[in-house]
Each structure stands twice: as structure tokens, then as C-alpha cells.
């Protein structure tokens, strides 16, 4: 899912994103990119389409010097619904 407009703002004004370094080599230059990813739960190498599954939507951000990637929930970030969360935990065990 690419990100709009909107959510970009959300971004922008997003205090957790403020001066933000990469906690591995402590650069600043840091890519945010311009997609929610899902982080899904491991079924042992198998894609789980039915049944009890947990999907995690994420954002990433890229140091651009040691290419470490920062994972952070969409949801709590405010670019997803929370009926994605709320499903979530409903999958959850």
C-alpha cells in the first residue's frame, strides 16, 4: 500500500519521527519509504490464508549507511484503522 498525501503529513508531524538515528551505526541520514508493508507471523515457511494468522502493517525507514531497517506499526502511527489492530487481536492466541 503506497503512502498518500495525508498520511505523509501524518509523518511529518509525528514526534516519534524527529530526530531519528539508526540505533546500529548512529547515522542521520535516514530513508523513510513510501510503503505500509505487512509483517506477518511465521507458519513455517507456508502462506497462511485461512485460519488464525497475525499481520502486523508496518512502515520502514532505511539507513542509508549501513542499510540497518527500522520497523514501526502503522496503526500506532494513526496511517491505518484501527479495525486492522482490532483483527489482530482477535487472530492472536
Not at 538515528?21 to 510503503?35: F, G, W
Not at 490464508?49 to 539507513?63: A, E, W
Not at 542499510?67 to 491505518?80: E, F, T
Amino acid at each position: 500500500m503506497i503512502i498518500n498525501d495525508e498520511q505523509k503529513k501524518r509523518l511529518v508531524d509525528n514526534p516519534v519521527l524527529k530526530d531519528i538515528t539508526c540505533p546500529v551505526c548512529k547515522n542521520t541520514e535516514l530513508v523513510l519509504t513510501d510503503k505500509i508493508f505487512e509483517l506477518r507471523e511465521f507458519s513455517g515457511g507456508n502462506l497462511r490464508l485461512r485460519g488464525k494468522s497475525s499481520v502486523i502493517p508496518v512502515i520502514s525507514i532505511l539507513c542509508e549507511k549501513c542499510g540497518h531497517i527500522i520497523l514501526l506499526n502503522a496503526v500506532k502511527l494513526g496511517l491505518v484503522t484501527s479495525d486492522i489492530e482490532r483483527d489482530q487481536e482477535e487472530h492472536t492466541d
